[in-house]
Nanobody
Framework: QVQLVESGGGLVQAGGSLRLSCAAS????????MGWFRQAPGKEREFVAT????????YAADSLKGRFTISRDNAKNTLYLQMNSLKPEDTAVYYC??????????????????WGQGTQVTVSS
């Protein structure tokens, strides 16, 4: 079993930046695809970005490319999401998630096996 704990959320003004972190337990971290999703009030969970186990392949939602960057440090069992030029519409609870070992990148929430508890990001105008 894998446990995920997000941190780094908070309140930021539009145009600002935040870096989210997701600390993972377990010895198979580097073999697992990981992803970030977000959910705004009254909306469905939305794909943000995903990254391969080794960190050499990434994919972000088209609407977020250029502003959001996913990365990982396997030595620290930690996943990151760097968010720049934040907008009020980025306000949401952000979740990290992990797939079973050996699987490929996915933009589908149901494809992920374990989830963190989420961290709130609020962008004021």
């Amino acid at each position: 079993q894998v446990q995920l704990v997000e941190s780094g959320g908070g309140l930021v003004q539009a145009g600002g930046s935040l870096r989210l972190s997701c600390a993972a337990s377990g010895r198979t971290f580097s073999t697992r695809v990981m992803g970030w999703f977000r959910q705004a009030p009254g909306k469905e969970r939305e794909f943000v970005a995903t990254i391969s186990g080794r960190g050499d392949i990434t994919y972000a939602a088209d609407s977020l490319k250029g502003r959001f960057t996913i990365s990982r440090d396997n030595a620290k069992n930690t996943l990151y999401l760097q968010m720049n030029s934040l907008k009020p519409e980025d306000t949401a609870v952000y979740y990290c998630a992990v797939r079973s070992p050996g699987l490929v990148l996915s933009t589908v929430a149901a494809a992920y096996e374990y989830w963190g508890q989420g961290t709130q990001v609020t962008v004021s105008s």
